[in-house]
C-alpha cells in the first residue's frame, strides 16, 4: 500500500513538474490565431510553421548561434582560469585565502544588474559591444567563482600523497596536472562546465546589453518578438522549446557526474 502511494505521490509530483514544458510544446505546435481563440489540451490543427520559421529566419536561427559560440567561450575560458586557482585553494595556504575564497564567492552572489552599467561603458570604450568575446568576459564574472568553489571541493578530496609521489617520479607541475590530477576529478570538471554552461545560456540582461545585432543571442531575440497584433506565442513557445534543448542534451552527458557532485556537497 505504502508503495503504491508514493508511486502514485511521484507520478503527481512529476506530472506537474512537466506540465509547463507539455505546455509549451502544444503552443509551438499550433498557430497564433488558434492559441488565442481557444482552449485547448493537445493541439487539434498541428502546425510546425513555428519551428520552420525558426530555422529559415536568420534572425532566429542566428541566435542560436551566437549563444552556442559565446557559451561555448565562456565555459572554456572559466575552466582554464578556474582549475588552477582552485588547486591552489585546495593545496596550499596563504595569507588571505579564506578572504578570498569568500570574496569570489559574492562576486557570484552580486545581481547582474549592478555589473551592466560598468560592462557597458567598459567595452564601449574598448569597442567589444556586440561582439561575442564581450559576454563571454562579461559572465565569467559569475561564473569563475562558482567554478572554483566546485572544483575546490573535488581537489580536496583528492589526496595530497598522489602529488607528492608523482613530483618524487619526476613529472613536472603541467605535465602531472594535465595527465593526472584533472583525469582524477573528472566529474568536478564535468558538472563545473554544466553550470557555467547553463548560466551562461540563460543570463538575459548581460548578454541584451551588450548585444545588438551581430551578436544578439538567442534570450534577446525571444524578449523582442511582437508584432502589429502583439505577442506570437506560438512563435515563443516553439523558441523556448529549442532553448530547453541544449540543457537537456548536457545535463544527459554529465547525469553521472552531477550524482558525485550532489555526494560531495558542492553541488
Known amino acids: 500500500m505504502k508503495g503504491k502511494k508514493k508511486t ?123 561582439t561575442h568575446i564581450a559576454v563571454a568576459l562579461a559572465h565569467c564574472l559569475f561564473n569563475i567563482p562558482l567554478a572554483v568553489w566546485i572544483l575546490e571541493g573535488f581537489m580536496s578530496g583528492i589526496p595530497r600523497e598522489i602529488d607528492e609521489t608523482a613530483f618524487i617520479d619526476g613529472y613536472s607541475f603541467p605535465r602531472f596536472f594535465i595527465t593526472i590530477f584533472i583525469p582524477l576529478i573528472r566529474a568536478g570538471v564535468g558538472v563545473t562546465a554544466f553550470f557555467c554552461f547553463m548560466f551562461s545560456w540563460v543570463e538575459l540582461l548581460l548578454a541584451r546589453t551588450l548585444t545588438v545585432t551581430d551578436a544578439k543571442p538567442i534570450v534577446a531575440t525571444m524578449t523582442r518578438t511582437i508584432s502589429a497584433t502583439g505577442l506570437d506565442y506560438g512563435l515563443l513557445a516553439a523558441a523556448g522549446v529549442l532553448t530547453i534543448v541544449p540543457g537537456a542534451l548536457v545535463i544527459w552527458f554529465v547525469r553521472n557526474y552531477m550524482a558525485k557532485g550532489f555526494a560531495l556537497g558542492r553541488v
Open 8 to 130: 502514485i505521490a511521484l507520478v503527481i509530483y512529476f506530472g506537474l513538474l512537466f506540465l509547463p514544458i507539455y505546455w509549451m510544446i502544444n503552443m509551438s505546435l499550433r498557430t497564433n490565431a488558434d492559441i488565442l481563440a481557444s482552449f485547448a489540451l493537445f493541439p487539434i490543427d498541428l502546425t510546425f510553421a513555428n519551428y520552420i520559421k525558426i530555422f529559415t529566419d536568420a534572425s532566429w536561427y542566428s541566435g542560436y548561434i551566437n549563444s552556442m559560440i559565446y557559451v561555448s567561450i565562456n565555459t572554456l575560458i572559466s575552466l582554464a582560469t578556474a582549475l588552477p586557482a582552485a588547486y591552489a585553494f585546495s593545496r596550499y595556504q596563504f595569507m588571505g585565502d579564506k578572504h578570498l575564497f569568500f570574496w569570489l564567492l559574492t562576486n557570484r552572489m552580486a545581481p547582474a544588474a549592478v555589473f551592466a552599467l560598468p560592462f557597458f561603458q567598459l567595452y564601449s570604450a574598448l569597442h567589444l559591444i556586440d
